[in-house]
């Protein structure tokens, strides 16, 4: 089964500190994503990439850089946390070339900005 | 504006119950769609998925999908306690860039004993 992987599973951070969240996937896929997820909101996309050393922004950049070094690492970087950044981060893995796009998920980071 | 529109927000029902979960958007490009489910705690888990008008069955889950009314929904039979979790519809355009998936807020189920 798809494996993905996120480290730290909590964190807690001062605001206007940096902050970075990483993800790693042994599942061969092209593409990568970040979402966060608030209450009422469910999951919105911020970065995704489909080949290494390439992101794009998704639908709430602002605030957030990724990076994906290679195939099966992607992270996340809030360059000066705040408070409203403060949410559970989610990263995930699709295959193109598989029925649908099925996107396979990690178990989620805690962020909290204080 | 969100583009995937969920409800109810929440359901409870009984142990053997029937639960059901709907799902509208607002987007014609939206062709193919998917149920996920999130147990607390955990990361989204897809569930099914349905690119045709009509109804799909996986076990004691049905999905039904009418591309004309851009409705989608979900039907859960039997609903046993480990159902419990939150529900969410997703949906991507065709030719969509990246792979990308459009979430709906989601519906929380709490299934009782």
């Known amino acids: 089964e798809a494996a993905v992987t996120q480290s730290p599973r909590s964190k807690v951070a001062v605001t206007g500190g940096k902050v970075t969240l990483s993800c790693h996937q042994t599942?061969?896929?092209?593409?990568m994503y970040w979402y966060r997820q608030d209450t009422g909101h469910g999951l919105r996309l911020i970065h995704y990439?489909?080949?290494?050393?390439?992101?794009e922004k998704g639908d709430i950049p602002d605030g957030y850089k990724a990076s994906r070094p290679s195939q099966e690492n992607f992270s996340l970087i809030l360059e000066l946390a705040s408070l409203s950044q403060t949410a559970v981060y989610f990263c995930?893995?699709?295959?193109?070339?598989?029925?649908?796009?099925?996107?396979?998920f990690g178990p989620g980071t805690r962020l909290t900005v204080l | 504006q969100q583009k995937v529109q969920q409800s109810p927000e929440s359901l409870s029902v009984p142990e053997g119950g029937m639960a059901s979960f709907n799902c509208t958007s607002s987007d014609r490009n939206f062709q193919y769609f998917w149920w996920y489910r999130q147990h607390s705690g955990e990361g989204p888990k897809a569930l099914m998925s349905i690119f045709s008008d009509g109804d799909k069955k996986e076990g004691r889950f049905t999905a039904h999908l009418n591309k004309a009314s851009l409705h989608v929904s979900l039907h859960i039979r039997d609903s046993q306690p480990s159902d419990s979790a939150l529900y969410f519809c997703a949906a991507r355009s065709y030719g969509g860039s990246g792979n990308k998936l459009i979430f709906g807020t989601g519906t929380l189920l709490s299934v009782k004993p």
């Open positions: 995930a893995s699709s295959d193109p070339t598989g029925e649908g796009y099925e996107q396979y």
């Open positions: 990439s489909y080949v290494a050393d390439s992101t």
């Open positions: 599942n061969n896929h092209d593409y």
